[in-house]
């Protein structure tokens, strides 16, 4: 009877080899396949966020409003805050918060999410009472001069989040069932004539956004999962992404050492983009788009940006041209509370 023949031990060894060859060659592409359905998905969201734009504008013929009321900016001003449109009193009242305002037109808040997103934000704190400014003002309370403030329900089952009484207040988020934002919105040009969209293919309204349910800067829409980055060179204001009292922003932030190799070396910045190299963007005419996050800057290299680190990237024309052209550029993105002569 003849003895059957097993794998030698070398026969062994060389298919695995090849199995981990194989598997080595084979889960880059797998995982770039998924990050594709993600990216996919964003951009549907992204496209339906600036639809609803699209139609607030079409009913409206203006940017969504600014507060008016005249004792509400004069409590601000003498408060120290700011009442420029966009800023400290407008922030400050939940029900004029553009995602909320939306609300009817897009009436689902999950589409303000965003699968690939590293680092969401959620809403900072819910005000309870219809009368927001009786509350807000009241001594016994301290909200922030240009507080994150949210009606009931964006908060999930945080209905009341007085910044000065913690204890008693409980924070929105994941476990709150809070509206997670991985898409969001720059909220300004408040109550604005449409006149001030020079050309809407243009003009961005929603963008890949993270660590904040608003953003501003160019650099914020081009790598968004960088959180408490300040562009020109410091974090998180005077706190570095490794500063031991800072020591959340670890994951998401950049040291300050890395910043030079950040804006010079194009394949290390590469790795910080959301969505395979790039972000997806909302237009003021209704349609999204995924950019690459260098011709984000490059796009909006002469809208104010004030980064000097993105010279070496305006200089070179950038990896990753933007759609339409060497000629493409951005509109809408700016510093938060611009003067409106430079808006």
């Known amino acids: 009877m003849m003895r059957k ?3 030698t031990l070398i026969e062994l060894l060389v298919v695995i080899a090849i199995i981990a060859i194989l598997a080595a060659m084979l889960f880059p592409v797998f995982a770039r396949a998924r990050e594709s359905a993600r990216k996919i998905q964003c951009l549907s969201n992204v496209k339906n966020i600036a639809m609803a734009v699209q139609m607030y504008f ?3 013929e203006r940017f969504p409003p600014a507060e008016t009321g005249a004792n509400v900016n004069a409590w601000f001003s003498n408060c120290g805050g700011d009442t420029r449109p966009g800023c400290c009193s407008t922030q400050a009242n939940p029900y004029l918060r553009w995602p909320v305002i939306l ?10 999410r965003c699968p690939s997103a590293r680092h969401v934000a959620y809403p900072g704190s819910v005000m ?20 994150d403030l949210w009606p009931v329900g964006w908060g999930g089952t945080a209905t009341d ?28 040009l408040h109550g604005k004539s449409l006149s001030m969209i020079h050309d809407a293919a243009k003009h961005v309204v929603v963008n890949d956004a993270g660590n904040t349910p608003w953003w501003g800067m160019a650099e914020q829409l081009a790598f968004p999962d960088i959180c408490r980055s300040r562009w020109g060179g410091a974090v998180d204001w005077d706190c570095a992404a490794d500063w031991v009292n800072c020591s959340w922003s670890v994951d998401c932030g950049i040291p ?20 395979l190299g790039g972000s997806n963007i909302g237009f003021a005419d209704g349609h999204a788009a995924w950019w690459a996050a260098d011709a984000i800057i490059v796009g909006a ?8 680190y993105a010279a070496p990237i305006l200089g070179s024309g950038a990896a990753g041209a933007p759609p339409g052209g060497t ?12 003067p409106e002569d430079m808006w």
């Open 5 to 7: 023949k097993g794998f």
């Open 58 to 60: 079409s009913d409206y």
């Open 103 to 112: 609300d009817e037109y897009v009436r689902n808040r999950d589409v303000w």
């Open 128 to 147: 309870p009472y219809p009368n927001w400014f009786q509350q807000f003002s009241d001594p016994a309370k301290h909200y922030g001069a240009c507080c």
């Open 161 to 188: 989040t007085d910044q000065n009484v913690c204890a008693a207040g409980q924070k929105p988020g994941a476990d709150t069932g809070a509206v997670e934002f991985g898409i969001a919105m720059f909220e300004h």
């Open 256 to 275: 300050l050492d890395l910043i030079n190799r950040f804006w010079t070396d194009a394949t290390y910045r590469h790795q910080y983009a959301r969505h």
């Open 301 to 308: 290299g002469n809208h104010h940006n004030p980064n000097p």
């Open 327 to 338: 000629g493409a550029s951005l509109e809408g993105i700016n510093c938060q509370c611009l």
